[in-house]
């Protein structure tokens, strides 16, 4: 590995951890299932999102580091108190959904490897989330967990086993409309273009990617005095739009691989309707053969991990926000109880829900669905905020950055309004 090489991978941080974590056992399963039920007609809204999710993931790091404080706490600055509550309370409770889909999958997917009730496998792993948070740091886990997410690559390697028809895959990319089953509900069509995109914008990436800039800065005692120099602005902004870049398009590579594998794997095979994980996992068949089910846990289980703490943290650092609590992985348990007894709330609540789940695949696909509909108003509290001179200064977005931030709030909404005009 050369020097250049070192330094790069050294100065990635947030915008790759953001970029794995959202790639998670909700994001595997609604990529899956749009793959096979519409083929390759959905691969459009992953190239359309990638420029967009940079965008505002951009603004939310930036939004983090410029001011010292985390979205929640610019939030309750700009918009007045019952506002920021209810983005909160609806963060809350999209993350503890999207909790317990994510521990229901991991359940699951270790079920088909090792056998036994999900039951105990929920619990354990819900276990094992709040331990990574609140008795180990969880810098140190990711660096683990990221090599069980290489398990994801699987799918890289099923496109280059596989006969793919690319021709066909560019032409239904580009007119998704004309391909379609008609037979099929537009509704479908649509609640799956929420979900696709829900999954890969989603609000608890926003608060996340922010509150760990916040936290950065907080391990530096030099970070206020720095900032007032151009230079060093200069170089740490770069620095989160390269994190950025790198994270978020690895993340939607990925996802496009997804759908273009299980599209060839499953649909132009006749199964166009996934219910279950092992369907799901029949995806990797091709590359993986009879570990097909060993490879699919691994990638489910390691994003589960990475992701779920990332989804409870999220929401304990807005809440504590909200109500001034001491915020940050960087205390202990005593320093922060508040923050911390989120982090198991959320994680515990979760878990109990995923218990009583019968259709963890559906589950996953709809926690995708209200992500991308509370994405919206969040979205656009996120753009005033960085347009506003009051907060953030001098470090306000350009013209360029505000035509993206706008143009993925309207894409959100958009697809939001036809997915309920069509049901």
Known sequence: MTQSTQELVKSLGPGLITGAADDDPSGIATYSQAGAQFRFGLVWTLLLTTPLMISIQMLSARIGWVTGEGLAANISKMFPRWVTLLLVGLLVIANTINIAADIGAMGEAARLVIGGPPA????GFGGLC?????LFSYERSVRILKWLTLALFAYVAVLLTIQVPWRQVGIETLQPWAFMDKTKAWKDYAAMVVAVLGTTISPYLFFWQSAQEVEDNNRRPDA???HKHPEYVAEHLARIKQDTFIGMIFSNLIAICIVVATAVTLNLQGITDIQTSAQAALALKPVAGEFAFIVFALGIIGTGLLAVPVLAGSAAYAVSEVFSWTTGL???FNEAPGFYLMIILATGIGSLLSYFEVDPIQTLIWSAILNGIISVPIMAAMMWIGQSKRLMGAQTISAGH??????ATAVMAVAVVMMFATL
């Open 224 to 226: 206020a005095a720095l």
């Open 120 to 123: 105990l496998f929920i619990v």
């Open 130 to 134: 709040i331990a990574g948070q609140v």
């Open 402 to 407: 505000r035509w993206f931030g706008w143009t």
């Open 330 to 332: 960087s205390h202990r």
